[in-house]
């Protein structure tokens, strides 16, 4: 039955590349309370338990990865044009831009780099990534190594597409981080705009996975006003609560924490 329940959550194009064993871990408990009911009945799909989970489970995914893409019709046609001419930035600004969160950091990727990169940060670790490793092209020095972790198969084939296309060393992982998953070593970890979503989802998975990320520096963002443009009040305290120090700063949506793993507690 719950492989019924998880392809008619898929049926909305959206949500057709997403694996199924993270749409389980987002029905498990509900479908848990009314499981019997549901296998008791003659026609389980039309009643309101069963609808009720659908509706319930497309609107986190929207929530958590569908609102962040605006524009992915485009992604091919721009990146065969990036193969046959890799060095155009201009080529890659237009693919960041088909991204929601990328496209806000544009104007700022030179300063968010800056601030965060250090010359000996060569290994890359992106959680959560989107589109975000294509703005290695606003980086001093090209990364040796960039590991990226995407929800879906099929956005990690882009991107391993994309990472040959610019002869770039990196590999996209599918990745469901409801799951408790080994982390590659890296300099320096990416986690921008991720623990938010994951919060929703998963209550105090944050302490969680920064413990298991094995890198001597994460950067963690969140943003600073809602998608439809409300300022968010929240403040991170319950973020700033799992850290012994931290320093941060802000861009126009976005707010940055730069911590040393020894200061998670």
């Known amino acids: 039955m719950i492989n019924i329940l998880t392809n008619e959550i898929k049926k909305k194009k959206e949500f057709q590349s997403v694996d199924n064993s993270f749409i389980q871990s987002l029905v498990k408990d509900d479908y848990k309370n009314i499981e019997d009911k549901l296998l008791n009945h003659s026609h389980p799909q039309k009643t309101k338990d069963f609808k009720r989970i659908v509706k319930k489970t497309r609107k986190t995914l929207h929530d958590v990865y569908g609102v962040f893409n605006i524009n992915t019709k485009n992604r091919v046609a721009i990146l065969d044009k990036i193969k046959k001419n890799p060095k155009n930035k201009e080529l890659h600004i237009s693919l960041l831009e088909t991204h929601r969160s990328s496209k806000e950091r544009l104007d700022s990727y030179g ?9 000996g940060d060569q290994k890359i670790l992106d959680i959560g ?14 990364p040796k190594e960039y590991t990226a972790l995407e929800l879906t198969r099929d956005d990690c084939d882009f991107l391993n597409n994309y990472f040959r296309a610019v002869n770039l060393n990196g590999k996209a992982i599918p990745t469901n981080l409801l799951k408790e998953i080994k982390f590659q070593k890296a300099d320096v970890c990416f986690m921008f705009k991720v623990l938010d979503s994951l919060e929703e989802v998963k209550k105090n998975i944050s302490k969680d996975l920064l413990k298991r990320i094995n890198c001597k520096k994460i950067v963690v963002s969140f943003p600073l006003r809602t998608i439809s443009g409300k300022e968010r ?9 799992l ?3 931290f320093e941060k700063f802000e861009i126009r949506n976005e707010i940055f924490y730069i911590i040393h793993k020894e200061n998670i507690y």
């Open 111 to 119: 300063e968010i780099y800056d601030k965060i990169l250090d010359r």
């Open 129 to 142: 990534c989107g589109l975000n490793p294509v703005s290695w092209i606003f980086m001093k020095h090209k």
């Open 243 to 245: 850290l012994t120090n």
């Open 233 to 241: 009040i929240s403040k991170r305290k319950w973020f700033e609560r």
